[in-house]
C-alpha cells in the first residue's frame, strides 16, 4: 500500500499529485497528506513552493528566499515541520489515502515526511507520493520491497488510488 511515481520534468509530479488530489476529493475519498504549489513570482526569482495540506483551508510555505547568488538548499525546515505536524494529527482521524508531495532529501536524511509514512502504513493508510531519480535508491531501500512503482498516467493512477482506498474500506 506504498505507492510512488517518478516523472522527469520541473513540477511534473506536483502539478499531477495537485489535479489527481482534486479529482479524489470531489469523488468524496478522505485524504490526507499534502500536494506542492509552485508559485512562479518574477522570471529572475526561483518559484516559492507552498505545501497544501489536504483537508484544511491553508498552505504553509515551504522555501525561503536565500538571495540571487544563494547556491544552497531553499527549504524552510521549520516550514516543512510544521507541515508534517499537521499531516500527521491528521493521521489520528484514519483518512482513506496519504498523499505526500515527494519523498525527497529531507526524508533520505531521517526527517520530513519519513516517519508520517511509517505511521500510514502501520495504521493500514495507503500512502502515494512522488520520488525523483536521484532518490530513488535511498527510497526503495526504506521501503524494504514495500514500494511498488506506479503508471504516472493520470487514469491509471486514479485507478490505483481508488482500488486501494477500496479495498481498505472494505
Same mark, same amino acid.
Given at each position: 500500500?506504498?505507492?510512488?511515481?517518478?516523472?522527469?520534468?520541473?513540477?511534473?509530479?506536483?502539478?499531477?499529485?495537485?489535479?489527481?488530489?482534486?479529482?479524489?476529493?470531489?469523488?468524496?475519498?478522505?485524504?490526507?497528506?499534502?500536494?506542492?504549489?509552485?508559485?512562479?513570482?518574477?522570471?529572475?526569482?526561483?518559484?516559492?513552493?507552498?505545501?497544501?495540506?489536504?483537508?484544511?483551508?491553508?498552505?504553509?510555505?515551504?522555501?525561503?528566499?536565500?538571495?540571487?547568488?544563494?547556491?544552497?538548499?531553499?527549504?524552510?525546515?521549520?516550514?516543512?515541520?510544521?507541515?508534517?505536524?499537521?499531516?500527521?494529527?491528521?493521521?489520528?482521524?484514519?483518512?482513506?489515502?496519504?498523499?505526500?508531495?515527494?519523498?525527497?532529501?529531507?526524508?533520505?536524511?531521517?526527517?520530513?515526511?519519513?516517519?508520517?509514512?511509517?505511521?500510514?502504513?502501520?495504521?493500514?493508510?495507503?500512502?502515494?507520493?512522488?520520488?525523483?531519480?536521484?532518490?530513488?535508491?535511498?527510497?526503495?531501500?526504506?521501503?524494504?520491497?514495500? =514500494?511498488?512503482?506506479?503508471?504516472?498516467?493520470?487514469? =491509471?493512477?486514479?485507478?490505483?488510488?481508488?482500488?486501494?482506498?477500496?479495498?481498505?474500506? =472494505?
Amino acid at each position: 500500500m506504498l505507492g510512488f511515481i517518478t516523472l522527469e520534468g520541473r513540477g511534473a509530479s506536483d502539478k499531477l499529485l495537485v489535479d489527481l488530489s482534486e479529482e479524489l476529493i470531489a469523488r468524496g475519498i478522505d485524504l490526507a497528506g499534502v500536494v506542492q504549489i509552485n508559485r512562479e513570482t518574477r522570471p529572475d526569482r526561483l518559484c516559492d513552493m507552498d505545501l497544501q495540506v489536504l483537508g484544511h483551508d491553508h498552505t504553509v510555505r515551504i522555501s525561503q528566499n536565500l538571495g540571487p547568488y544563494a547556491r544552497g538548499c531553499r527549504l524552510d525546515p521549520l516550514g516543512l515541520e510544521t507541515a508534517v505536524g499537521l499531516v500527521e494529527a491528521d493521521l489520528d482521524r484514519h483518512p482513506a489515502l496519504l498523499i505526500l508531495n515527494k519523498f525527497g532529501k529531507s526524508e533520505l536524511e531521517g526527517r520530513g515526511f519519513r516517519n508520517v509514512i511509517g505511521k500510514a502504513l502501520t495504521a493500514e493508510v495507503p500512502v502515494l507520493t512522488a520520488v525523483n531519480k536521484a532518490n530513488l535508491d535511498g527510497f526503495l531501500h526504506f521501503a524494504e520491497g514495500m =514500494a511498488d512503482a506506479l503508471d504516472p498516467g493520470s487514469e =491509471a493512477l486514479l485507478a490505483w488510488c481508488i482500488g486501494v482506498t477500496q479495498r481498505r474500506l =472494505a
